[in-house]
């Protein structure tokens, strides 16, 4: 679970992992200064407000269709909300145009289930890192950041150019220092496949195979498939069982 010469480090409270405030500090700093621009920009008459309130979502969800490379950070996320982004984001790569995706998560803004559940998707550039401000970089050409509040409502504002998109960029290059890939960092379950890990996760959360098979998009038949080797290679006799073991794993995983 450790790497040399890197950030995670063990806390000493039962093999949890730690970001060191050395390692801390440099994203920290670029954060304040990202906030400070942003707070700067969106309080302007230059704001550029893309949408609004509950037109935020469908707005990025048809826009990301003509997106080609995606560069994201993620402070939190709940292995419910990931169960939904991941579905997604194989959408997203899947395409046309050929895409390509970099998303850095807060390691320290996850539950091990979600942890789980990232460090086991095969389909793209998963990674754990520090990453205190949620940031996404369209085509390493529009920074996309809250914006100013319209009418009482959260907004979303597209940054190209200026000081605000500088330090977006800084604030970036600083995460990614911090990442590593998912996979490296929360392996977990031994000799369990990547997707039969996930199956484990929401077996953990009792879903049911219609649920687990549309959170990973594959057939109920492949679900039930990959739920009866994982009994055989947990040595358990029952969905509850398995779900236990997971949670027993977490005891040395985080």
Not at 31 to 42: D, F, G, N, T, W
């Amino acid at each position: 679970m450790t790497s040399e010469d890197h950030w995670l480090l063990p806390d000493g409270d039962g093999g949890r992992i730690a970001t060191p405030e050395l390692v801390k500090q440099p994203v920290l700093d670029a954060a304040a200064v990202l906030q400070l621009r942003r707070s700067e920009l969106a309080a302007s008459p230059d704001a550029e407000v893309l949408a609004v309130g509950d037109g935020m979502n469908p707005f990025l969800h048809q826009w990301a269709h003509e997106w080609a490379d995606l560069l994201s950070i993620r402070p939190s996320v709940t292995a419910q909300e990931l169960r939904v982004n991941l579905r997604l984001n194989r959408d997203f790569l899947a395409g046309p145009p050929r895409k390509t995706m970099i998303s850095v998560f807060n390691y320290e803004g996850m539950d091990l289930d979600a942890r789980m559940l990232l460090a086991n998707e095969t389909d793209s550039d998963y990674r754990f890192g520090f990453a205190p401000l949620q940031l996404k970089i369209v085509d390493r050409r529009v920074v996309l950041l809250p914006g100013p509040e319209v009418d009482g409502a959260p907004s979303i504002m597209g940054v190209t150019a200026g000081p605000c998109f500088e330090a977006a960029w800084q604030y970036w290059d600083a995460v990614l220092a911090t990442a590593l890939p998912a996979a490296e960092v929360e392996p977990g379950l031994g000799a369990l496949t990547a997707r039969q890990r996930q199956v484990v996760v929401m077996l953990a959360d009792d879903l049911g195979d219609e649920a687990i098979a549309e959170a990973l998009g594959v057939s109920v038949r492949t679900v039930r498939s990959d739920i009866a080797s994982v009994l055989t290679q947990l040595g358990v006799k029952s969905r509850f069982a398995a779900g236990i073991r997971l949670r027993l794993e977490s005891s040395t995983l985080g």
